[in-house]
DNA sequence: ACTAAATGTTACAGTTTTATAACAGTCAAT
DNA sequence: ATTGACTGTTATAAAACTGTAACATTTAGT
């Protein structure tokens, strides 16, 4: 789940710096030089938060928050002001519009990633969208725990097991690929040999012998594998 | 049940009178000459109401509240500002920014009295009681009076071990990354290396050890930690 | 039954993650 | 100034995890 953020900055020198920390802080990153582009951006692609440069061309930080608080849809994206010092006037006006945060510039970038931390921590109390348990059967998978249990006992699963089955559990009845289960489960953007995955097969198998439940597990010849409960 | 007051003002004279009035009214109170200075007491001990002068050296009002509604554990606590006169301007930013009531300077201490009182009703509306102790088996944390007791038996904990503590046992079973623990037990705004929340667990758990408890703090490899009776 | 391909299993070396201890700076109380 | 408690950082040790390769077994097709 990669978050995205808009960035509305006039200052090119600025916006630069500010794609660069946030993409070292591993966040995606759209950039935009005043309102109008940004409410643009916004049209094609709507981002988790949005920067806003307070003193922009054009469409000024109010205005901006304004309109997007209009939109239905993007009512409820966060904003962070970027205010220069002594502008508090502003900052409160911007508080008021409906901005969630501001940093004072000049800033640093963890100051920064904290705030981003924070107001998107703010914005999504509900997080991880939903379900806190997955369950198969009496085999019970906790998300926010980070717990996998039979009938109360634990199972210990190492962290790549535990992403694997859970993985599964969310997609059962269905057979993957190893090609499919190293994009899934471990990324797409690292080089692994295939049988790698049946090594990891076979350790979350004996993982769940003592259960029984390690026959949910099925190799699928010629394909791959697959979890269901059903032989 | 005291009730704590922190009073968070420069002016030497003026903070005294009111320590000095609150007292009379069966108030604790804790006193702080700067915004920085009642961050640091909130760090310590959460009172059930804030008095903030509004003028400030260094972090101001709107600042200092900021900051507070940034932590969870702060967030609830009710703040009254103190205003001078004629600063209407900053009234209106104050409650715009999260401050619960005002007092106009100079007041009487019934009137800051009857304030005070009204905003207590308002914010605690379940309280008479509230929770006041934590307790997770034979494990009690003492919020008020800030201790930690197994079997009657005092543990000590510094400052942190404590928030520490407090944290986990008021979510338990639930596995939070370091950066999350920093966030949520610290604070966002400061920046710490994620590696000091390893010597911190390690603190926690050895102040447990005698007691037996030092295994409800868990490693979920890879995650975080985790703090749950169930091994 | 024989063969080739696919999968199961195991051991291991390298890497990553966590535990622990020692250190230095801060702050308040004395 | 001095002490002592507390905090954050860092270095090193210990433990856990990972990917690979080598070998064993099963499977399907002949």
């Given at each position: 789940?990669?978050?995205?953020?808009?960035?509305?900055?006039?200052?090119?020198?600025?916006?630069?710096?500010?794609?660069?920390?946030?993409?070292?802080?591993?966040?995606?990153?759209?950039?935009?030089?005043?309102?109008?582009?940004?409410?643009?951006?916004?049209?094609?692609?709507?981002?988790?938060?949005?920067?806003?440069?307070?003193?922009?061309?054009?469409?000024?930080?109010?205005?901006?928050?304004?309109?997007?608080?209009?939109?239905?849809?993007?009512?409820?994206?966060?904003?962070?002001?970027?205010?220069?010092?002594?502008?508090?006037?502003?900052?409160?006006?911007?508080?008021?519009?409906?901005?969630?945060?501001?940093?004072?510039?000049?800033?640093?970038?963890?100051?920064?990633?904290?705030?981003?931390?924070?107001?998107?921590?703010?914005?999504?109390?509900?997080?991880?969208?939903?379900?806190?348990?997955?369950?198969?059967?009496?085999l019970?998978l906790d998300?926010?725990s980070h717990r996998v249990t039979v009938?109360g006992e634990r199972i210990d699963l190492g962290p790549t097991e535990f992403?694997l089955l859970?993985?599964?559990?969310?997609?059962?009845?269905?057979?993957?690929?190893?090609?499919?289960?190293?994009?899934?489960?471990?990324?797409?953007?690292?080089?692994?040999?295939?049988?790698?995955?049946?090594?990891?097969?076979?350790r979350l198998r004996k993982a769940l012998e003592p259960s029984?439940y390690d026959?949910?597990?099925?190799?699928?010849?010629?394909?791959?594998?697959?979890?269901?409960?059903?032989?």
């Open positions: 789940m990669t978050t995205t953020i808009l960035v509305v900055e006039d200052d090119v020198a600025i916006r630069d710096m500010l794609c660069f920390s946030l993409k070292q802080m591993g966040y995606t990153c759209i950039a935009a030089g005043d309102g109008e582009q940004g409410l643009d951006c916004l049209k094609i692609q709507q981002p988790d938060l949005i920067l806003l440069d307070w003193m922009l061309p054009g469409i000024d930080g109010i205005e901006f928050i304004r309109r997007l608080r209009a939109n239905e849809f993007l009512a409820n994206i966060p904003v962070i002001m970027l205010t220069a010092k002594g502008e508090s006037e502003d900052l409160v006006k911007g508080l008021s519009v409906g901005a969630d945060d501001y940093v004072n510039k000049p800033f640093s970038p963890p100051e920064l990633g904290a705030r981003i931390k924070a107001v998107l921590r703010r914005c999504n109390p509900t997080e991880s969208d939903g379900k806190q348990t997955i369950e198969c059967d009496k019970v998300t926010k009938d992403r859970h993985f599964f559990m969310k997609n059962t009845d269905r057979a993957y690929s190893r090609g499919q289960l190293l994009d899934y489960v471990w990324g797409d953007t690292v080089y692994i040999e295939e049988r790698t995955v049946d090594v990891h097969i076979r029984g026959n949910f597990v099925q190799t699928v010849r010629g394909v791959g594998y697959r979890f269901s409960a059903e032989m």
